[in-house]
């Protein structure tokens, strides 16, 4: 299994960016895939989620109402729109993926997202 994440960069507060994560290896049915931020000196930290199968969704309280996490089954792609940027958004983005009721076993390599005030 393999997660490509890609679309990061620098974007000012209140800009957007939107990252993908392109999954191969595998059918994903029955799979959550997940969005996870890093910033420097914290610890990793949840930000979305999505059912695959099913489309539904979970945010963070910090990113609710200005992310949104969405996939494209045909492409085998989950993406998080990211809106209303601000500057403690900025952080290295992971997608992961992992079973429904289980942790998350497959990650991809992080893209940076950083926001300037």
């Known amino acids: 299994v393999q997660l490509q994440a890609s679309g990061g960069g620098l974007e000012q507060t209140g800009g957007s960016l939107t990252l993908s994560c392109a999954a191969s290896?595998?059918?994903?049915?029955?799979?959550?895939m997940g969005w996870f931020r890093q910033a420097p000196g914290k610890e990793r930290e949840f930000v979305a989620r999505i059912n695959w199968r099913v489309g539904t969704t979970y945010y963070a309280d910090s990113v609710e109402g200005r992310f949104t996490i969405s996939r494209d089954n045909a492409k085998n792609t989950v993406y998080l729109q990211m809106n209303s940027l601000k500057p403690e958004d900025t952080a290295v983005y992971y997608c992961a993926a992992g079973r429904y009721g289980s942790s998350y076993n497959y990650w991809g390599q992080g893209t940076q997202v950083t926001v300037s005030s």
């Open positions: 290896g595998r059918t994903f049915s029955g799979y959550v």
